[in-house]
Structure formats: C-alpha cells, structure tokens
C-alpha cells in the first residue's frame, strides 16, 4: 500500500497566509499540517512507500521540513505539473509508481488525534465521511450503510441530500485506479477525485466510514485555522511543560505551554490555555490570553495584549498593540498602538472576502489576518475580518476597512 499525500494546493482562500508558504506548511501549533496528517497517518498503517504530490516552486522547501528529512529514505516528492484538481494530482503519483492500493489524504484536513484509530477501518475500496452543519460546501454523500450511492459535489443547500461529506482521505484499491484515470474534466474545469469515486461507487461499490466527530476540519479558510489551533490547545496538550525562562513576578496558569528557550519578562501575565515556542519573547508587563499561540522567536513587548491569535515565526508587536482573534503571520512588525478590531460595533457575525466573494465566518469575534513580512506604523487599526497581504505597508494612523493587496503602500 502507498501513501499519497496532496500537498500541491495553493490555498486561495488562506491568503495572505498562503503568500509566503505551501499550504501544507501552515502549521497547527509548531508543527506543519503535512507533518501531522503523515504522522498521525504512520500510527495507523504501514505503507510500502510515502508519495507527496507538490508543486515544483514547493520542492526545497518541501525537503527542508524536519518531519520529511527525517522520512528521506522512505518519501518521494511527486511534482504536479499544472494545478488541475485532486484527481490529477492522485494521477501525478500513479503515473511515478508501481500499481498499488493507495491511501490517500489531504494535506489541509484537520482530524482530532483521537479519532485517527478509525482509518483503521477503511478498506479498499473506501473513504472517509463525516457530519457537518454546512455540507453544501463540500462533497455531499447520499448513503445506504455502509455504501455510498452518490457523491454530489457543492450542491445548493437545499438539494444536499446529508449532512455527512468526504473529508479528504480515500482508501482506492489498485484494481479501481483505472477510474481515476478516466476522470473527465468537471464543471469547475478540473479533474476531480470526487468523479473517480463516484464511478468507482457505481461500477464496483465504494464503502465509507463515519468519523462520528464534529471537530474535523477543512483548513480552508483563515478562521479554521484559529479553531484548530484552538482544539488542539483544549484536547491535545498532555504535558503542559514550562521550560523557558520565566521571570519570578510572571503570573502564569497551569494549562500553559513554554518551550525551551522561551524568555517571560517581568509582571507578563499568561492565562491558559496557551502555547509559547522556543525562542519567544514575552514581556515586560504583557498579557497572553487564552487561546493564544506564540511561535518561534515571535516577540511580545511591552503593554502588549493578545487574545486567541497566533503570532507566527518572528512576528513582533512590540509595544501597546492589542492583537484579538487575529493572525499575525511570519516577520510582521505592527507598529506602536497598532490595533486589531475583533467585535463588529452591530455585533452581527463577521465576514471575510475570500477569493473575491464575501464569506460570513459565522464568528462574532474575529480579527484581522496579517500577511508575512507586512508592517504597520503607529496607530493603525484594522477592522474585524480585513486582511493585510504580505509585504504591504499600513501608513501611520489609518484605520483599515477594506483589504490590502500584497505589497501594497497603504495611505489614508
């Protein structure tokens, strides 16, 4: 049996996150999400062989991931050569190997750890299936237990004939592999996995197994990524460990998360649960609130609060920021009394634009999303669900109400 990772997305609707990374290598915590779904993978199955399908700009960064170094022997990256659905990428890895089953998984779904030991029930053929409260925004399975009978891809809400969807993980046996490679192009104008498996249901019978869980998650869109972080933070810590640095006046909970060479300064106070990576620094006089994540060597100054964000790799709000329900991406500097607005003044929930469309988030709290290697001067503040694009520069003194592009030389 073969692994087949997909890793060669784009991540549209994650942008700004997805300017200055794979979509792969977003991370839950400090860990890629390709590092967690081939290690949760692993614990499960054992595979002959490790299949990654990337995009060829992916590649060197692909190989200096740890989790795949570590794997090198054992991983073969596997290069889509143009993005043309799932279906093509799956094709990209026959094509590089010898026929086998192979297990297939999306490199943005999120899957609880305590729900993996499940995939130990998919047999080919098979896939994975789980409730959600909007199904018409993924492949909406019309089912018979164990069978499925029809796979509607992104119906209007009310055809959807379930609730329960395909989540991303595929078992296909060798012997089925002939229907992906006949997949036509869809309506979307791609080659979708969901028409090789809808063939394979019709001609030869596809089974599926019901996650039973609610927690799983599409790492779609920006706000999925803070609830993920979020479930990780309540359900997935064991050893809450402090091991930085902690100056003695520091107020820290117990549900919370130091890593070595971390440096708390004097009078920061940190409630849990919260998780803060090597190398960060936090304090003097600041406040980390619950759900928050700290990466590594971000920077947290003085008079500085942060409420269920993540600052990412060397992010730095430095003095008097408030940073709420956000996304602080890599190398950001937010200038003094930069703000994030996380609460519209209607208290209606919030929307965000995403690949041109406004999508409501159905959160009432939520930030800003800041793309790597932006800045920010003093007194800026951004409005609930704008995004700031990587590398663009927000003037001193504006209030920011509508996205800015990458690059972008903000002036108000």
């Not at 509607?152 to 296909?172: D, Q, R, T, Y």
């Not at 791609?190 to 019901?210: H, M, P, Q, S």
């Not at 064991?238 to 300064?265: C, F, L, M, Q, S």
């Given at each position: ?59 060197d960064e692909m190989a200096k991931v740890g989790c795949l170094r570590e794997l090198e ?62 199904p018409w925004e993924y492949g909406v399975l019309k089912v018979n237990p164990p069978n ?265």
């Amino acid at each position: 049996m073969k692994l087949v990772l997909l890793a060669a997305g784009k991540g549209e609707r994650l942008k700004p996150i997805t300017e200055t990374r794979p979509k792969a290598l977003v991370k839950i915590l400090e860990e890629p999400m390709i590092c967690r779904n081939l290690r949760m993978a692993l614990s499960v199955k054992k595979f002959d062989e490790i299949l990654i399908v990337i995009q060829e700009s992916y590649k060197d960064e692909m190989a200096k991931v740890g989790c795949l170094r570590e794997l090198e022997d054992s991983v073969r990256f596997i290069i889509q050569r143009e993005p043309k659905g799932t279906a093509h990428a799956v094709l990209s890895a026959i094509r590089a190997s010898e026929p086998d089953d192979l297990f297939i998984i999306y490199s943005d779904v999120f899957i609880p750890a305590d729900r993996w030991q499940i995939l130990k029930e998919l047999t080919p053929s098979s896939i994975l299936a789980a409730p959600t409260e909007r199904p018409w925004e993924y492949g909406v399975l019309k089912v018979n237990p164990p069978n499925v009978l029809d796979i509607i891809e992104k119906p209007s809400p009310e055809k959807a004939p379930s609730n329960l969807v395909f989540i991303g993980v595929a078992l296909i046996a060798k012997e089925h592999i002939r229907y992906v490679e006949k997949v036509g192009l869809s309506s979307r104008g791609e080659f979708e996995l969901t028409d090789a498996l809808l063939d394979i249901a019709k001609n030869e019978g596809l089974r599926f197994v019901d996650l039973g869980s609610g927690d799983w998650r599409d790492i779609g869109r920006p706000w999925d990524l803070l609830l993920a972080n979020r479930y990780v933070l309540d359900n997935e810590i064991k050893n809450w460990k402090k091991e930085g640095e902690v100056h003695p006046t520091a107020i820290i909970d117990d549900n919370v998360y130091i890593a070595p060479g971390a440096k708390i300064g004097p009078y920061s106070v940190i409630e849990g649960p919260a998780y803060i990576a090597e190398g960060a620094l936090i304090g003097p006089h600041s406040h980390i609130r619950p759900y928050s994540v700290i990466l590594e060597k971000a920077k947290v100054g003085y008079a500085v609060e942060i409420k269920a964000s993540i600052l990412m790799e060397e992010a730095r709000a430095p003095h008097f920021n408030y940073v709420g329900d956000s996304i602080v991406c890599e190398d950001v500097n937010l200038g003094a009394g930069t703000i994030t607005a996380n609460l519209r003044f209607d208290k209606r929930t919030i929307k965000m634009t995403l690949k041109g469309k406004r999508v409501d988030s159905g959160l009432k709290k939520l930030g800003a999303v800041i793309g790597g290697h932006a800045q920010t001067g003093i007194n800026v503040s951004l409005m609930p669900g704008v995004k700031v694009g990587s590398y663009a520069r927000v003037w001193p003194g504006c209030v920011v109400y509508k996205d800015v592009p990458k690059g972008a030389d903000y002036r108000c």
